[in-house]
Structures are given as structure tokens and as C-alpha cells.
């Protein structure tokens, strides 16, 4: 009986051995990488006088009276440039932004041909460095 288990204990040691061997070799050495690139600011599309929608962002964004208005499940919320978001009631959101038909309609918005486009100005965008 032990003479059959023991090829089997062998090679499961043999196996364990080398496992621990790779992840040693593994671990001696450094390796360092960098990397840079550089990124456009989003764009923002008009919809209205003074209304526009930042263009292809995952929640329906717009910029009107130099705020930031974030419509997400039936809530509004309102962020100056990089500030986070506040809940806000209906009441506060400008009527121009607030009179927008089906809002969630504008989650990853590309703009039509000929439309107006201008890009969030880079002081309102904030830079993640990631390491």
C-alpha cells in the first residue's frame, strides 16, 4: 500500500518544489515600467442657449450658469467644475436645464453633424495620475 502512494508523494513534492522555485526566481528580480499619454479634454455639445451636454460620458451631464448638472435616477445633482456632487431639489436646477425631455437619453450623447462643440475647459478636469 505505501509502495503505491509513494511515486504519487513524489511527484506532487517534485511539482511543489518547482512551484516554489519559479515563484522564488519570480521575486528576485525588479521590474519598472512608465508609460505617458496624452488625453483631450471631454467636449461639450449646445442643446440650448446656454444649455450643453458633456458628449459621451456615462451619465447625462449638462452645463448651464457655470454649474454642472448630473441627472441620475430620477435625482438631480449639481458640481462646480471640481467639486463633488451635491443632491439637489428640482426647484434648484435652472429651468432650460430642467425643461430637457427625457434627460437619461444624453448618457454617452454624440454629437450630430454641424452641431456646436466646445471642449470642458481644462480647468474643470481633473487629473488622476495613476501609478
Do not use: E
Not at 70 to 84: A, C, K, M, T
Amino acid at each position: 500500500m505505501i509502495a503505491r502512494k509513494l511515486p504519487r508523494a513524489l511527484g506532487y513534492g517534485v511539482t511543489a518544489a518547482a512551484l516554489c522555485g519559479l515563484v522564488t526566481v519570480g521575486g528576485c528580480g525588479s521590474v519598472g515600467y512608465s508609460a505617458s499619454a496624452t488625453v483631450d479634454p471631454p467636449q461639450m455639445v449646445a442643446l440650448d442657449s446656454g444649455v450643453w451636454v458633456v458628449a459621451d460620458y456615462r451619465d447625462p451631464v449638462f452645463y448651464a450658469n457655470d454649474v454642472y448638472w448630473r441627472y441620475q435616477n430620477g435625482v438631480w445633482y449639481r458640481s462646480s467644475y471640481l467639486g463633488g456632487w451635491s443632491r439637489v431639489r428640482v426647484s434648484a436646477v435652472p429651468p432650460r436645464v430642467r425643461r430637457i425631455d427625457r434627460p437619461r437619453r444624453y448618457r454617452r450623447y454624440h454629437a450630430p453633424r454641424r452641431a456646436r462643440v466646445r471642449r470642458v475647459p481644462a480647468a474643470h478636469v481633473r487629473r488622476r495620475a495613476r501609478r
